[in-house]
């Protein structure tokens, strides 16, 4: 959740650290922004999606949100997406950051 004064990419860096205890070594933004309704307070939020590239030697520490982590090849990880649309992020992280950075897009994607 974005906390009050806090923009999107303040929010996916924190949020990252505060349910898997990992630090972004770079972010990115896929140049992508997810839609959903909230029935409960009648809303629709606009939500931007971004890829963060992490040590693979770092811990990660799950938050009480979570009960489980495990790191998977692209493709298993777009298999077990919950959400249609995380698939569809995954997609967007594997084929933006296939080279191990954005390519030409690097100076527009990278956030941090």
Do not use: C, K
């Not at 606009?46 to 990660?60: E, H, K």
């Amino acid at each position: 959740m974005v906390d009050e004064g806090e923009d999107p990419v303040a929010t996916a860096l924190r949020e990252l650290r505060e349910e898997t205890g990992l630090v972004a070594q770079r972010l990115y933004n896929l140049s992508r922004v997810e839609m959903f309704y909230r029935h409960g307070s009648d809303e629709v939020s606009l939500v931007p999606v971004f890829a963060a590239i992490v040590s693979p030697d770092d811990d990660v520490t799950l938050s009480e949100e979570h009960d489980a982590a495990m790191w998977l090849p692209l493709d298993a990880a777009r298999r077990r997406a919950s959400w249609p649309r995380m698939g569809r992020a995954l997609e967007d992280a594997g084929r933006l950051l296939a080279g191990g950075d954005a390519g030409a897009m690097e100076g527009e994607l990278r956030v941090d």
